[in-house]
């Protein structure tokens, strides 16, 4: 007979010994990338160059609360993201990522769908743990997409869909220095760089309304935009952007009812705050 496997995924933000479910969770990948090459010598004698292990992984979910995306954030370039426990699981075998760090989170909305979240993570310490007590799924309500409220710069714009990609270009590293067993090449390290956003969305212009054309005549355009949802469970997620600079506007057609439809790209300012959540 078959037995029916259960898959988990909680996190802990490492100040308490509470775990937490992320929302509905769609996919995972827990990874442990190691570099491995081949160098050849004369004779075309080959050995192994053995390179740093960094320990990754990846989830796609659609979220309930803001909790686990305002970990994801920074407040600046000379600060870090919140060090995190990530754990994967079975009934029957268990892994953790300790001392995981937000790599990049994705967030996308469009209408006739919920809101969307992937991020991704860099950790330092990669273990097989005993099968824990996982928490339970998530049976909040995700934020579906006829629920929020969005403006783009200061104009209350019809958004059809929007993206948010988020980097904050870790990096992993490790040392020439004595390593424990079972552990010699895993990077001991993790550093953040560079904070980079960029901010998509579609939107539809009515008749009469030439604001989004009459952009270019401005030296510079002061961009924000506010996204605000509220699910059935009556939890709020507030998402603020600014410090935008708007990259190209794209006008896509029009339809028979003389709406007009265009695709605005904004780049956040590198290393300032562009995106808050709550």
């Known amino acids: 007979m078959a037995r029916r496997v259960a898959q988990y995924i909680d996190y802990d933000a490492h100040d308490s010994s509470t775990f937490y479910a992320l929302g509905h969770v ?111 799924y998530d049976t909040v ?17 019809s958004m059809q869909d929007f993206s948010i990609d988020l980097s904050h270009n870790l990096q992993a590293h490790t040392s020439l220095d004595s390593k424990s067993a079972a552990s010699q090449r895993i990077c001991d390290e993790i550093t953040a760089h560079n904070m980079e956003l960029a901010f998509t969305c579609t939107v539809h212009v009515p008749p009469g309304i030439s604001a989004i054309e009459n952009w270019g005549d401005a030296a ?32 896509t057609g029009t339809k028979s009812d003389g709406v007009a439809s265009w695709s605005l790209n904004f780049i956040g300012k590198t290393n300032a705050t562009c995106l808050a959540i709550s």
């Open 141 to 157: 309500a995700p934020f579906a997409w006829h629920q929020g409220v969005c403006t783009v710069n200061g104009s209350a714009l």
């Open 26 to 136: 769609d996919s995972v990948d827990f990874d442990n990338d190691g570099a491995i090459e081949w160098e050849t010598a004369m004779g075309g004698v080959a050995t192994q160059a053995y390179g740093v292990v960094v320990p990754s992984g990846s989830v796609t979910f659609r979220p309930t609360a803001a909790t686990f995306l305002a970990l994801c954030l920074r407040s600046g370039w000379t600060s870090n993201p919140t060090s995190l426990i990530i754990r994967v699981g079975t009934d029957s075998e268990a892994y953790q990522h300790d001392e995981a760090y937000c790599q990049s989170l994705s967030l996308k909305g469009s209408v006739n769908s919920h809101l969307s979240a992937t991020m991704s993570w860099l950790a330092i310490t990669p273990d097989a743990i005993a099968v824990p007590t996982f928490t339970a």
């Open 220 to 251: 510079s355009v002061v961009s924000y935009a506010s996204l605000a949802f509220t699910n059935t469970a009556s939890t709020t997620l507030t998402m603020a952007l600014t410090n935008l600079g708007l990259k190209s506007w794209k006008y």
